[in-house]
């Protein structure tokens, strides 16, 4: 498995932006379809968005296409997620993860590696 560190967290105002990072440790993080996922207060955790591990493919969850990007660098062994247009109920711990042929699901059962998460906080 790969060992995943996730930065970049913080408090911004609603319709400011984020930049998430995570960084991998683990020499075939170039194998790796890498994910992002989110769990706020009292609710389970949910899809965001993940990324084929040749980078040619991306899949968003519907309530953050246009304002969310995910994107790697396999030579840095690091995946991002840049977030625009912040929301309130975008509020959330945010979570990366990877897995081996992960890239066609959304359930977070079926991504065997998890980094420890950030939090994000979007004040109104």
């Known amino acids: 498995q790969v060992q995943l560190v996730e930065s970049g967290g913080g408090l911004v105002q609603a319709g400011g932006s984020l930049r998430l990072s995570c960084a991998a440790a683990g020499r075939t993080f170039s194998g790796y379809d890498m994910g992002w996922f989110r769990q706020a207060p009292g609710k389970e955790r949910e899809f965001v968005a993940a990324?084929?591990?040749?980078?040619?493919?991306?899949y968003y969850a519907d309530f953050v296409k246009g304002r969310f990007t995910i994107s790697r660098n396999n030579a840095k062994n690091t995946v991002g997620l840049e977030m625009n247009d912040l929301k309130p109920e975008d509020t959330a711990v945010y979570y990366c993860a990877a897995g081996i042929g992960s890239y066609s699901t959304t359930q977070s059962s079926r991504w065997p590696s998890w980094g420890q998460g950030t939090q994000v906080t979007v004040s109104s």
């Open positions: 990324m084929r591990w040749s980078g040619r493919s991306t």
